[in-house]
């Protein structure tokens, strides 16, 4: 009894306290950076190409190495890249289907994720987290999670309640390891509500959604146009924003134009 008494006696410090956190769970998450403003930025999904010296924010697909300025990974949270279809082949219950079919966005050859349950939402998550893990390993301060709308291309198979909830999920996990997160796409919708940081938005010169963005993220947005006339607009009414002019395709020796120095 007494070897009873002596054992619970020592074991009563551990009792109260709880189990060690392990030193991964101990140690705090470091303090997400916010975008730079007053640079440029530059758009390079495509491929990498040089960095002139006055551009501050470069965006990457996820695969190449950050410039080694405020790097932005790009990640394509919401459809399947098309280079990855073998991938997904491997998950075919997390790829949103309608009559047994991919649902497809036709206008990238991508197929939508489906995000109408909780279970497929999480797990979607948890891929994406890694992603986003090997992002913040590789240096990257931010994280940009394309295709926000996906839903507004499902079909009436998913909703914008849906997109949400699995946004929140995104956002807290790249947060978890230290990255900055964009908001990509539906403009009007205060991404700020669920954690994100600021936003990148696509010919938003072009369809004049750039004041909907920077109500909420003040000089905190990425302006990317693809037409000239865009470029113009853009920077004669949201010059203070980081504006740049790509081609479509992004690709590395493609057209690149920022908005004149003032």
């Given amino acids: 009894m007494r070897r009873l008494v002596v054992l619970l006696l020592a074991l009563l410090p551990v009792l109260v306290a709880g189990p060690t956190p392990s030193p ?15 640079v440029r930025a530059d758009y390079q999904l495509g491929g990498v190409r040089d960095v002139p010296d006055d551009v501050g924010i470069v965006v990457r697909d996820r695969h190449a190495e950050p410039a080694g300025v405020y790097d932005v990974c790009y990640v394509n949270g919401f ?27 036709s ?9 109408r349950t909780a279970a497929r939402r999480a797990a979607l998550a948890r891929i994406v987290a ?37 946004a929140r999920a995104l956002v807290r996990d790249a947060h978890a390891v ?23 938005a696509e010919e ?26 865009d470029l113009s607009w853009t920077c004669a009414h949201h010059g203070d924003l980081a504006v740049v002019l790509r081609d479509v395709d992004v690709t590395p020796d493609g057209v690149r134009r920022w908005c004149p120095q003032p």
């Fill in 130 to 166: 890694r992603w986003t893990a090997q992002c913040a390993r590789d240096g990257y301060e931010a994280v940009e999670l394309d295709n926000l709308d996906s839903w507004t291309r499902s079909r009436g198979l998913l909703t914008a309640t849906q997109a949400t909830a699995y």
């Fill in 24 to 38: 991964a769970a101990a140690a705090a998450a470091p303090e997400p950076l916010p975008l730079p403003v007053g």
């Fill in 204 to 229: 938003c010169g072009r369809y004049r959604e750039c004041a909907a963005y920077a109500e909420d993220y003040g000089r905190r947005v990425v302006a990317v146009e693809y037409r000239a006339q």
């Fill in 79 to 105: 459809q399947t890249q098309p280079d990855e279809q073998a991938f997904w082949k491997g998950h075919p219950r997390l790829v949103l289907r309608r009559h047994g079919r991919p649902v497809v966005d």
């Fill in 107 to 115: 206008a990238w050859g991508e197929q939508l994720l489906d995000l």
């Fill in 178 to 200: 230290g990255l900055a997160v964009a908001q990509k796409n539906r403009a009007g919708w205060d991404g700020r509500t669920v954690g994100f940081d600021f936003a990148v």
